[in-house]
């Protein structure tokens, strides 16, 4: 079955650096498009960042733009994340999620948090 | 690019039903039929109900349905169940650059 498992969730300092990973299962990353999704403490849903399935064409919110990367590694079927200038306000739970066709994720990972504060 | 406008919250009795509005532009909501819902439970990942405007995956029960008129989408909720309190978030394809955007999230109650 489909699974989506998120990991290298912490704590870091303003101006740090994390790398979020996503394991997926029950599917190959490479044949679908792949979005990350954050919600900060209390708040609502927001749309971060997506890699299509031809892996040339990614897009981010302009929040995040010039500081986080979306990449996959097709062999190890894993999409990531990568955030560098790191925020307080991207303290947020991170979800990888699928998608079916545009913006239509149907499967989500259990998300991990991320906590920018010095 | 801005959210998408919900309700803060919405409420109805059991079986009662419920419709919860998503505003956008002619940019995003109006301008393709790329519009999603997503319901979530506290302390849950959101879960997807409805995509590409009106169609259900399978297994959501068809009392939730969508629909589009011009730069609004709408989620209906009928029938409703105690089980159906949870926040709603839409989320439209915002097709200019490509990028995604979400809903400012709807409480809905049930009485």
């Known amino acids: 079955q489909v699974q989506l498992v998120e990991s290298g969730g912490g704590v870091v300092q303003p101006g740090g650096s994390l790398r979020l990973s996503c394991a997926a299962s029950?599917?190959?990353?490479?044949?679908?498009?792949m979005h990350w999704v954050r919600q900060a403490p209390g708040k609502g849903l927001e749309w971060v960042a997506v890699?299509?399935?031809?892996?040339?064409?990614?897009h981010n919110t302009d929040s995040v733009k010039g500081r986080f990367t979306i990449s996959r590694d097709n062999a190890k079927n894993t999409l990531y994340l990568q955030m560098n200038n790191l925020r307080p306000e991207d303290t947020a739970v991170y979800y990888c999620?699928?998608?079916?066709?545009?913006?239509?994720?149907?499967?989500w990972g259990q998300g991990i948090m991320v906590n920018v504060s010095s | 690019q801005s959210a998408l406008t919900q309700p803060p919250s919405a409420s109805g009795s059991p079986g009662q039903s419920v419709t919860i509005s998503c505003t956008g532009t002619s940019s995003d909501v109006g301008g393709y039929a790329y519009v999603s819902w997503y319901q979530q439970h506290p302390d849950k990942a959101p879960k997807l109900i409805i995509y590409d405007v009106n169609k259900r995956p399978s297994g959501v029960p068809d009392r939730f349905s969508g629909s589009k008129s011009g730069n609004t989408a709408s989620l209906t909720v009928s029938g409703l169940q105690a089980e159906d309190e949870a926040h709603y978030y839409c989320m439209s394809f915002a097709g200019t650059n490509n990028l995604g955007v979400l809903g400012t999230g709807t409480k809905v109650t049930v009485l």
């Open positions: 890699l299509w399935a031809d892996g040339n064409r990614q």
């Open positions: 029950g599917f190959t990353v490479y044949t679908h498009g």
């Open positions: 999620t699928r998608d079916i066709t545009y913006y239509a994720d149907d499967y």
